[in-house]
């Protein structure tokens, strides 16, 4: 609205000073031409904007002056949280409200204490996403928002793990998790609360049906227990491992916290080489043996049996994918019997 556009317009004078047509357009959005028009509108309403020529030059407002109508708009209030996260606050839709409140916010603020904030502002940025990993499409994720907010049912089809895996369920969203880059819905289904990943979310409607949360129902509370619960389903079984000094150096870039803690725990010296036997946690065999390999040779399982063996039948394949006795991929035979090697 042309209204919210001139609020923003003198705040923009009030808390950065002289500003060119240009530069206010680009904050505004709008073309230069309508920034000129704004321009003349503000100085039509009584509010003291002077312009200064010059290569310097710009707009400014007249030395003292202050407007405290800052205006916060109902959705701009709810995501005052949000003001200093502004990826997260792009993911769920809500960016123009967070930059809309964020600059009421500084307008309202003595100079001293501005200046203080903009210059906190400039040292600090929040990066959610782990290394290696790529942030998860959410589509969905700003329809969920005004469902949460407006406290109405939403109809999704949700992709899961085990079978089927395609599920239709009607949801009644408590609240919105960002964990590690990656966006949870907590949510009402059947008489009880649980967690969805919203990048599973397949599709998703918003329904006439509108409820109230629980009353005892604490989102932070609720999302403590959850990690505390996957935790403790998360490890099933134990294995005993011995690692070598170089291994013990590189265990914390290779297993999770939980399973480093564990190893520290438990260790114990074996032999007079700096080798170190543990008990960790373990998930699936399957999955041990693969967060195990990372290791290469700086780990032994001595137990139990089955993920020894399946540690050993990964060994033996790797050593028969890269055996001496089979040419390399492109190699011609002529080059290889140039080395002294017969090829099978």
Same mark, same amino acid.
């Given at each position: 609205?042309?209204?919210?556009?001139?609020? /923003?317009?003198?705040?923009?004078?009030?808390?950065?000073?002289?500003?060119?047509?240009?530069?206010?357009?680009?904050?505004?959005?709008?073309? $230069?031409?309508?920034?000129?028009?704004?321009?003349?509108?503000?100085?039509?309403?009584?509010?003291?904007?002077?312009?200064?020529?010059?290569? =310097?030059?710009? #707009?400014?407002?007249? !030395?003292? #002056?202050?407007?405290?109508?800052?205006?916060?708009?109902?959705?701009?209030?709810?995501?005052?949280?949000?003001?200093?996260?502004?990826?997260?606050?792009?993911?769920?839709?809500?960016?123009?409200?967070?930059?809309?409140?964020?600059?009421?916010?500084?307008?309202?603020?003595?100079?001293?204490?501005?200046?203080?904030?903009?210059?906190?502002?400039?040292? @600090?940025?929040?990066?959610?996403?782990?290394?290696?990993?790529?942030?998860?499409? =959410?589509?969905?994720?700003?329809?969920?928002? !005004?469902? $949460?907010?407006?406290?109405?049912?939403?109809? $999704?089809? #949700?992709?899961?793990?085990?079978?089927?895996?395609?599920?239709?369920?009607?949801?009644?969203? #408590?609240?919105?998790?960002?964990?590690?880059?990656?966006?949870?819905?907590?949510?009402?289904?059947?008489?009880?609360?649980?967690?969805?990943?919203?990048?599973?979310?397949? !599709?998703?409607?918003?329904?006439?049906?509108? @409820?109230?949360?629980?009353?005892?129902?604490?989102?932070?509370?609720?999302?403590?227990?959850?990690?505390?619960?996957?935790?403790?389903?998360?490890?099933?079984?134990?294995?005993?491992?011995?690692? /070598?000094?170089?291994?013990?150096?590189?265990?914390?870039?290779?297993?999770?916290?939980?399973?480093?803690?564990?190893?520290?725990?438990?260790?114990?010296?074996?032999? !007079?080489?700096?080798?170190?036997?543990?008990?960790?946690?373990?998930?699936?065999?399957?999955?041990?043996?693969?967060?195990?390999?990372?290791?290469?040779?700086?780990?032994?399982?001595?137990?139990?049996?089955?993920?020894?063996?399946?540690? =050993?039948?990964?060994?033996?394949?790797?050593?028969?994918?890269?055996?001496?006795?089979?040419?390399?991929?492109?190699?011609?035979?002529?080059? $290889?019997?140039?080395?002294?090697? /017969?090829?099978?």
């Amino acid at each position: 609205m042309s209204a919210d556009r001139l609020l /923003s317009m003198l705040l923009l004078l009030q808390t950065r000073g002289r500003m060119s047509a240009r530069r206010l357009a680009d904050e505004l959005g709008v073309s $230069v031409r309508t920034a000129y028009r704004d321009l003349d509108r503000l100085q039509a309403s009584g509010v003291p904007v002077y312009a200064e020529q010059g290569r =310097t030059g710009g #707009y400014r407002l007249l !030395d003292g #002056y202050r407007t405290h109508l800052t205006g916060l708009s109902e959705r701009e209030a709810r995501v005052l949280f949000l003001a200093g996260l502004p990826a997260p606050a792009a993911d769920l839709g809500l960016a123009a409200e967070v930059a809309a409140a964020r600059l009421k916010l500084l307008a309202a603020l003595p100079a001293a204490l501005r200046e203080e904030a903009t210059r906190t502002d400039a040292v @600090f940025h929040l990066d959610a996403p782990g290394w290696y990993q790529e942030a998860d499409a =959410t589509p969905f994720l700003p329809l969920l928002v !005004d469902a $949460v907010l407006s406290r109405r049912a939403v109809d $999704v089809r #949700y992709r899961r793990w085990r079978e089927p895996q395609e599920v239709d369920r009607r949801l009644r969203p #408590y609240g919105l998790v960002l964990k590690s880059g990656t966006w949870y819905l907590v949510a009402g289904v059947n008489g009880r609360a649980a967690t969805f990943r919203i990048a599973q979310v397949l !599709d998703a409607v918003v329904t006439d049906e509108h @409820f109230d949360r629980p009353e005892d129902f604490v989102l932070r509370e609720y999302w403590a227990f959850h990690l505390a619960d996957f935790r403790a389903r998360r490890h099933t079984g134990t294995a005993t491992v011995r690692v /070598s000094p170089r291994g013990r150096e590189r265990l914390a870039d290779n297993v999770p916290a939980e399973v480093l803690r564990a190893f520290e725990a438990t260790a114990a010296p074996v032999g !007079d080489d700096g080798w170190t036997e543990a008990v960790i946690p373990t998930e699936s065999t399957g999955h041990a043996c693969g967060e195990l390999l990372r290791l290469g040779a700086d780990v032994e399982v001595v137990a139990p049996e089955e993920l020894r063996r399946a540690m =050993t039948d990964a060994v033996t394949a790797l050593a028969r994918t890269y055996g001496l006795g089979r040419p390399a991929a492109g190699c011609c035979t002529e080059t $290889v019997n140039k080395q002294g090697i /017969s090829p099978k």
